[in-house]
């Protein structure tokens, strides 16, 4: 994640609004997983805390308006994080080639994986471990493994996807995509998103029929993903990298261009989009409490609505900042600075505080707002002073 949070640009052409997207999309992140203790939906189950229980604390105070934010936004911006996440990668490789580049994503990707593993995800997971009624002290209970990599998921794939185009380049020794892929994919915006939309929705499908929209990879205590988007995912990393290859300002993504004016187009076909993905989903009538395969008739309409919802509002979101934030402001550029802090460190912030306010009666929307607002300020403030540490801000 560290590579499309640093505050020096990576190449000359690095646009502000990408900065501003990707920092918009950790705010995103925040809100998500401040919310996903009210849906009236939410499951918590005690024998397994950390794998079944669709997050880590359930509030009886629920809301049925959390009900569909949490799938509209897992649908597209992780995808476009990963894109993003890509966008630096192999301008970074030509850079400081293959050794040091592994170095650097070694220090940035997988130190902060290790100390998220063994020193932030057990605080995070505490409360919803004391959830369960045990009543062991923290040291027994960091003892038993029974946590989860949750949140940092993202930093371990990411790593495993920058190994892949590490090797790629190795072998390579050039700028294959260059080479082999027609530039005009790339500075035409209707051609990337269909080319985007049918290679993710090849590799999507597949993995979809067989594990369905709700499996996650879990190898003991690390979290690989969500199974059906592991290829998904990585076909948007590749995506970033192979714009990024072309540099931003030969690409769609230069700053004011055509595709940045017609931000409204993409945004509005986004949200008619939204409404067949939830039309399907409502037909199918899913339920997140059984067994997905084999799976129900409609399932291919629904994951082909996925995928378009996915494409269409990453290219929206990416028309918008492009259209509107291409001048640097101060608040902002301090977000952006700290944003990779802010996405380690929010996880034990949002949990205490939704444990915290478990017993009070007040409505589930007053308690997701406090608890957003708060872990926001608490991870913001967090990242600053760990920042201010000269060896950690070679980290974060």
């Not at 594990?211 to 990585?234: A, D, E, L, N, S």
Request: aromatic content about 22%.
């Amino acid at each position: 994640m560290r590579q499309f949070i640093d505050k020096k640009p990576a190449f000359s052409d690095r646009a502000c609004a990408i900065d501003y997207l990707r920092s918009f999309i950790t705010a995103q992140v925040l809100f998500l997983h401040s919310i996903l203790a009210y849906p009236t939906w939410g499951v918590f189950s005690p024998q397994n805390y950390s794998r079944d229980s669709t997050a880590p604390i359930i509030d009886p105070m629920k809301w049925k308006g959390f009900d569909l934010p949490p799938t509209l936004l897992n649908l597209y911006f992780m995808a476009l994080m990963f894109f993003i996440s890509g966008l630096f990668v192999w301008n970074s490789l030509k850079k400081k080639g293959v050794l040091f580049f592994l170095k650097d994503r070694f220090l940035r990707l997988g130190i902060p994986f290790v100390i998220s593993l063994l020193v932030i995800m057990p605080i995070a997971y505490y409360p919803s471990f004391l959830m369960t009624g045990k009543k062991e002290d923290f040291f027994s209970y960091w003892m038993s493994w029974s946590w989860n990599s949750g949140s940092a998921w993202f930093i371990s794939i990411l790593f495993v996807y920058n190994m892949i185009i590490a090797l790629i380049f190795m072998v390579l020794k050039s700028n294959v995509f260059k080479v082999q892929v027609p530039s005009f994919i790339f500075s035409k915006p209707s051609i990337f998103f269909l080319v985007l939309l049918v290679f993710s929705t090849i590799v999507f499908l597949p993995m979809f029929y067989l594990y369905g929209p709700f499996k996650w990879v879990q190898i003991g205590p690390v979290v690989i993903g969500q199974t059906c988007r592991i290829f998904h995912y990585f076909m948007y990393f590749l995506a970033g990298v192979m714009v990024g290859s072309f540099g931003l300002k030969n690409t769609f993504l230069v700053e004011q261009g055509s595709f940045s004016r017609a931000w409204l187009s993409w945004l509005i076909s986004g949200f008619f989009n939204a409404l067949l993905v939830l039309i399907f989903l409502s037909a199918m009538q899913i339920d997140f409490n059984q067994g997905w395969y084999p799976p129900k008739p409609g399932w291919l309409f629904v994951g082909i609505s996925m995928e378009a919802y996915c494409a269409i509002f990453s290219m929206a979101f990416l028309a918008f900042f492009l259209r509107f934030f291409h001048a640097r402001r101060g608040l902002i550029d301090n977000f952006c600075d700290n944003a990779y802090g802010i996405y380690l460190v929010h996880y034990p912030f949002i949990i205490w505080l939704q444990y915290a306010l478990v017993d009070f009666t007040f409505p589930a929307y007053l308690k997701a707002i406090a608890v957003f607002v708060l872990s926001v300020c608490f991870s913001w403030g967090t990242a600053i002073i760990l920042r201010s540490f000269p060896m950690v801000q070679k980290i974060i």
